[in-house]
């Protein structure tokens, strides 16, 4: 089993519709990630969380949500999607006792919003 | 807020052949992260460079991390089918503990 899993993997929904990805690791990390990916823009920063209590806003947060639900689960919301959110969802993990920011990543969730 | 950019954006080599894809930040790296994505899937680890002139090796993967010129170094030796992706640098942006990430490198390797 993936250390990371994200679910859905694909999903198509339609514009104005909530829609909620999902993420849960079995690392035991307490620091986790939403990050977007698209072509020619590269992975930009969503919304991070580094513990239950602490939730902060990352570099295009306007437009989602995030909720961390327990160490092991951080999801990510689109109250009302729009076809411009179109784009594969990461979720990341990390250790803050490590020392460094090696980031663990999900398989991904390719959203698609018509 | 950092900056991170990798050359060449895309690269196709001969099976066989040695290549360098580099990545230079716009400020001071504390911590440089190189991973490896195939097509639509997830992101895989293959190393961190944390010190200046620091060099790391996986199997035929080498990088380096020249602090003064803020920046890092990919190379890959005997280049193989199985070294296609795309490769993606990240830096902790300013000691926040979050990843600031190039736009990427996409390898090609042609039999």
């Known amino acids: 089993d993936a250390d990371v899993t994200q679910t859905p993997r694909n999903r198509i929904t339609k514009t104005g519709k909530r829609i909620m990805l999902e993420c849960s690791q079995t690392k035991g990390h307490d620091r986790m990630y939403w990050y977007r990916q698209d072509p020619g823009l590269g992975l930009r920063l969503i919304y991070y969380s580094f513990d239950v209590k602490d939730i902060n806003k990352g570099e295009i947060s306007d437009g989602y949500s995030v909720s961390r639900q327990a160490q092991a689960k951080f999801s990510l919301s689109l109250e009302s999607a729009i076809p411009n959110q179109t784009a594969l969802y990461f979720c990341?993990?990390?250790?803050?006792?490590?020392?460094?920011?090696?980031?663990?990543f999900g398989q991904g969730t390719r959203l698609t919003v018509v | 807020s950092q900056e991170l950019e990798q050359s060449p954006q895309s690269l196709i080599v001969q099976e066989g052949k040695n290549l360098t894809i580099n990545c230079t930040s716009s400020?001071?790296?504390?911590?440089l992260y190189w991973y490896k994505q195939k097509y639509g899937e997830g992101l895989i680890f293959l190393m961190m460079?944390?010190?200046?002139?620091e060099e790391k090796s996986h199997e035929k993967i080498t990088a380096k991390l020249d602090e003064k010129k803020q920046q890092s170094s990919l190379h890959i030796t005997a280049s193989q089918p199985s070294h296609a992706g795309i490769y993606l640098c990240?830096?902790?942006?300013?000691?926040?503990?979050?990843?600031?990430f190039g736009k990427g490198t996409m390898l090609l390797v042609s039999p």
């Open positions: 990341a993990t990390s250790d803050s006792s490590g020392g460094n920011t090696e980031a663990f």
């Open positions: 400020k001071t790296l504390y911590g």
């Open positions: 460079l944390q010190k200046g002139g």
């Open positions: 990240g830096a902790d942006a300013g000691g926040y503990s979050t990843l600031t």
